[in-house]
């Protein structure tokens, strides 16, 4: 079993900053690839942005150069840098992490931390 903690949301004013954090605990050989979904009431969960365990990411294009990704394996955390955030920003962001396993890799999830941008 892998657990995932998300730490670091809250509420915020259009333009200000936030940095979500994801730590991984429990059991596994390695994590590959992590990242970060988000979901707004009435909408589909999204990826917002991902990064394999070599450091390559990639963004949604609607926060590319607002928002930036990295990770620490050696603490098996995954961050989430927000900056100018926007309104349509907010919803409740989900930390995700993929496990190697010999036989099936697996995808793990975190409980979600709500993020509120004001106007």
């Known amino acids: 079993q892998v657990q995932l903690v998300e730490s670091g949301g809250g509420l915020v004013q259009a333009g200000g900053s936030l940095t979500l954090s994801c730590a991984a605990s429990?059991?596994?050989?390695?994590?590959?690839?992590m990242g970060w979904y988000r979901q707004a009431p009435g909408k589909q969960r999204e990826l917002v942005a991902g990064i394999t365990r070599g450091g390559s990411t990639n963004y949604a294009d609607s926060v590319k150069g607002r928002f930036t990704i990295s990770r620490d394996n050696a603490k098996n955390t995954v961050y989430l840098q927000m900056n100018s955030l926007k309104p349509e920003d907010t919803a409740v962001y989900y930390c995700?992490?993929?496990?190697?396993?010999?036989?099936?890799?697996?995808?793990?999830w975190g409980q979600g931390t709500q993020v509120t941008v004001s106007s």
């Open positions: 995700n992490a993929n496990t190697y396993h010999p036989v099936s890799d697996r995808d793990w």
């Open positions: 429990g059991t596994f050989f390695r994590i590959n690839n």
